[in-house]
DNA sequence: GTAATTGCAAATTATTTGCATTGCC
DNA sequence: GGCAATGCAAATAATTTGCAATTAC
């Protein structure tokens, strides 16, 4: 399987664009992130690295990156979208609790399969979905 | 089954809130409106009504509206928030063209379920759910 | 009467864009 | 060398907020 920067560097040459250096440095550092990245904590994150990037170039990059495939944008409701690393990994869904933003990752066969299904009841040829639960979570609850 | 009105003014009357008349001609401007309105749009539309009214008090209806339940924010990932009104109504899921921005609603037993399943396996209480199916229609398709 | 509501304008937040300069291929 | 990319600051877009005046209960 490519690395994700041969992917991304592929992606760049097909659509004549070009691998900088910071373009690497972004792609890096949201790999390396556990948690999901806004554009502004991701920034802070670039800026220790190379102190002379520019907020644009990191939303520049994000688009890019989402554009080829490699970072799904999130929507946690919160007004601030947030970025996953999805190359290579299974896609999932969130279960977000209201309260404290507690983020649960989750991975059902069922509906995905399902998805799929209607999709192509509807004469769609399904591209990505997105999958939001909101809920109260244990913790919050018993307060 | 209470009327959307009468949901509203118990919601509001449990806040110690109150009723006005530019919240009622605000609820009912979105009951009367088939598609799914943008704040902005809303606003056009309310205006002709009683030409005083403020974007502000919209902005503000409209987060009581969703909070008492009536209505429900969507996200088509175009930058706007749009509204539903949802009190009384199945809930459904969007399938999005995402060449020609079609909207159809879905409907499905087995996912729903099955996210209430999900939720309860992680011990949340849910409360609600976005689901969005990005794809490309049939007829985009033949283009 | 009193606390909630309103409209307005100014403030905020997230993101985008224009432009002169710099740097990949 | 030439076109794409960058950083910056200014521009946009959507939404929120402060405030003085008004109004519902």
Sequence with gaps: MKTPQEV???YL?????KMTPQRR????TLLKQKDHLSSEELYA?????????GQATVYRTLKLL???GLIEPL???????RYEASYGKNHHDHLICEQCGKNIEILDETIERRQEELAKKHNF??????MYLYGICKDCRNK
Aim: glycine share 6%; hydrophobic share 30%; charged share 35%.
């Design 8 to 10: 991304f560097s592929e």
């Design 13 to 17: 040459g097909h659509k004549n664009l």
């Design 25 to 28: 440095i972004i792609l890096n």
């Design 45 to 53: 994150r670039v800026k220790k690295r190379d102190h002379s990037i």
């Design 66 to 68: 989402t554009d080829s």
């Design 75 to 81: 929507d946690f409701a919160d007004g601030v979208t």
């Design 125 to 130: 040829t399904l591209r990505r979905h997105k």
